[in-house]
């Protein structure tokens, strides 16, 4: 029996270890029930994670922006509503610890941003390619950006006690070259080098301009209530949280999914194949023999993910085992008004 500190392991996939499972794409005998496909459109365009484990950070962002365009009848499709997933992420602990951290949980960081009223930086002002290396003309991915800021925070903690004016001005200069889009000062790099205590801190520093947290450049979240499940080990079964996750998309509330993205989800996942994906769409589709419930996902793996796996629909029931294979407490995370509920809703379709 997995006991509820599950709820910590650490959410850090990287796009190069990608395994298909538990993605499963239903084959050619299989066809949509019509009437029944519901696809939630108030979604921002799909983001890549670059390889940081952040992909809980992604997940927060998305049902953030969705539920503010709802709330606030805005044009999700629009870039600058889309909200800063560096700055969401940073919400994963309470707010007087700034940090980055790689590894966590979407329910936390909903729930923290809640208790600091809900004001978050825009995209635009820290975007999340900031931090993606550039060589020449050409973007660089897979985590390079934030190696280099990492390898010079350990450059800088192994040499601080000699020379740290000069090497401190050599590593923004070097940080300044490497990540040219980097919109934090000079002076706030240096800065982040001198007042850090951690990695995290300084990953924080270095990315966030000061200037994207003025209320002119932050976006405010409507009042929200954050909700999970389950939160009872008697609910902690494939039926009862597909039915929960049937009811939630039905009643067309997008919501977070911790998934383990190991081939070999059947088994109990390491907590380092976790990952975090955001559920938008719901349909049926029937082969000759059976039935399936098939949602949409949106992957934190960027725009060739969704092309080449069926555009996000895949079978939920292997979405369900894998989730269960890493957690049994806090598996779907969601926000909606305060107060509001959520009908049992099934799928039900004549054949």
Known sequence: MKTFITLFILITFSQTSLAENPYLVLGESYKDTPGSEIEILESTPIKTQDGIGICYGFTSTSLLETYRCREMSLDCSKPEEALSTFDVTSYFRPKDKNVLDEGGHSSEVLKHLK?????????????????????????????????????????????????????????????????????????????????????????????????????????????????????????????????????????????????????????????????SIALYGIKESCSATECKTVVKVKNSYGESWQKKTNDGWVDLEELVKSSLSISDYKNVNWINKPGAEIPDVEMKYSK
């Open 115 to 275: 208790e600091q009223g809900g004001v978050v930086a825009r995209e635009q002002c820290m975007p999340f390619s900031s931090i993606i290396q550039q060589e020449g003309s050409v973007n660089v991915r897979e985590k390079k950006g934030m190696n280099f800021l990492t390898g010079k925070w350990n450059e800088y903690k192994g040499i601080k006690n000699k020379k740290p004016n000069d090497c401190i001005t050599c590593m923004v200069n070097d940080i300044r070259k490497a990540l040219s889009n980097l919109g934090t000062s000079n002076e706030e790099l240096a800065d982040a080098f001198k007042t850090a205590g951690s990695l995290e801190e300084f990953l924080y520093l270095a990315v966030l301009p000061k200037e994207c947290l003025q209320e002119s450049k932050t976006a405010k979240i409507p009042e929200y209530e954050v909700n999970s499940f389950p939160t009872a080990l008697k609910d902690a079964n494939p039926k009862t949280l597909q039915k929960k996750i049937e009811s939630l998309l039905l009643s067309k509330i997008p919501l977070e999914i911790g998934i383990c993205a190991d081939s070999a989800y059947t088994k109990n996942c390491k907590g380092g194949e976790g990952h």
